[in-house]
Every structure is written in structure tokens, then in C-alpha cells.
């Protein structure tokens, strides 16, 4: 990584909507990072899928037993990966428009601020998900290129089922991370967020999401690809 030659210790920041985004979207990336004796850490900003629970069957226990397995799995996830410290705050899910905007903004800075990083990987600024939208929103609000900014390289990832649900299909990656020595451990990693995976032919099922890294991977000749935009580099 250039800002290791320029001297600035790299570390990174996932900031995600929802518990998974950040595997679906880095995982194997962040462990092969992790690998080289980088740090990383996780910012959730959703503690769940709190829509998907909410019909009338469903008590306010069950809704947060199913939130109780659903954080469990995410720290399982992050141990998987390497994660050094995964955080959350507590937006609602599927709601992030009905938060007053600066109330995420200053939740961001405040996570930027303690963990000072130099990398930042979130959502995708075309994401069908609306909280998607809002949260790369929020983060370009929150890592404002000042003087004193540690973030000195923003990447957008894709999540399936929500990058490639809009229209036009628009993704249009121009970095791409060649994740073959890790990649076990990202599919070991979605394992353990089992209530959130599904069968495939679903865009979050395991087979799809192999299938989508040999897809990158053909591009640029490697195996087992994630593909990132890039979206601010400042060196
Ligand atoms: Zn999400």
C-alpha cells in the first residue's frame, strides 16, 4: 500500500449499514490486510434487521432474540476475519432516513476520531438499500478531506442484493483485490452469519458469492476477486 511508503501506519475502518454488509462487501479483502499485520476495525451502524422481524406474530422478545443471534454471529464473523474491535450504533433498520442526518454524520466522526484510520471501505453510493445510501452519505460527510483527516483512501464495495437491485446495474469497479489466499475465511465468515444467508440461487448465498469473485477474478486474471470503486485517494 502507497501510504505505508509515505510513511502513515495503515489502518482500516469498515463503516456498514447492517450486520453482513461488511463481510458480503470486504471480508476477504480485510483478512488478507489483517494477514500483512494491518488493523482493522468494523463500525455497524444497525444492530439488525429489525423490518424483517417486525410482523404482528412476532413478540418483542422474539424480535430481540433474533437481534441477540444476529450481533453473536457478527462477532463470530469478526474473529473469523481478524477484526480487531467490531462497534455498533443503533439506527433503525431500513429507517436511516427518519435519523436527523447529522445525528449518523457525528456517530461516524466520533469512530474516525478513535480509531484514526487511513482506510476506509463502505457501502456503494447506487445501493437499491437506502441505509446503504445514507451511510456512504454520512461517511463523505464525516471524512470531509481537512487537514487533520486520517482517512486518506475511501472504497465503495458491493453488496449482494442490494449493489446490483437498482437500475441501471451501475457498479463499475476499478480496484481489485486479489483474494484467493482468503477466501475461505470470508465464506467460513458468512457462515457464521447463517440467519442472513440464503439458498441459491440468492445473491447471498454461498455459491453466489464464490461465483461473483471468479467473476471479478476473470477480469483481471486472477482466481478470486473483490472489486472495490474507488472513491477518494488522496496521497
Ligand atoms: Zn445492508
Partial sequence: MTIAQAGIKPRILVIAAH??????????????????GIEAHGFILGKGKSSRFANPGNSAETIQKEQDILLEEAHKAASIIGISRLSFADFPDQRYDSVPFLEIVQ??????????????????????????????????????????????????????????????????????????ETFDQKLAALQAYESEMREYPHPRSMRAIEIIARRWGTIVGKELVEAFELVREIK
Fill in 19 to 36: 450486520p453482513d454488509d461488511e463481510i458480503l462487501g470486504c471480508g476477504a479483502t480485510l483478512a488478507r490486510y489483517i494477514r500483512r
Fill in 107 to 180: 456517530r461516524i466522526e466520533d469512530m474516525v476520531e478513535q480509531v484514526k484510520p487511513s482506510i476506509v471501505f463502505t457501502h456503494y453510493r447506487r445501493d437499491l438499500n437506502l441505509d446503504h445510501r445514507i451511510t456512504l452519505k454520512a461517511v463523505l460527510t464525516a471524512v470531509r478531506p481537512l487537514p487533520e483527516q486520517s482517512v486518506r483512501h475511501i472504497y465503495s464495495f458491493e453488496v449482494p442484493s442490494s449493489t446490483e437491485w437498482n437500475v441501471p446495474l451501475s457498479f463499475s469497479p476499478n480496484v481489485f483485490i486479489d483474494v484467493k
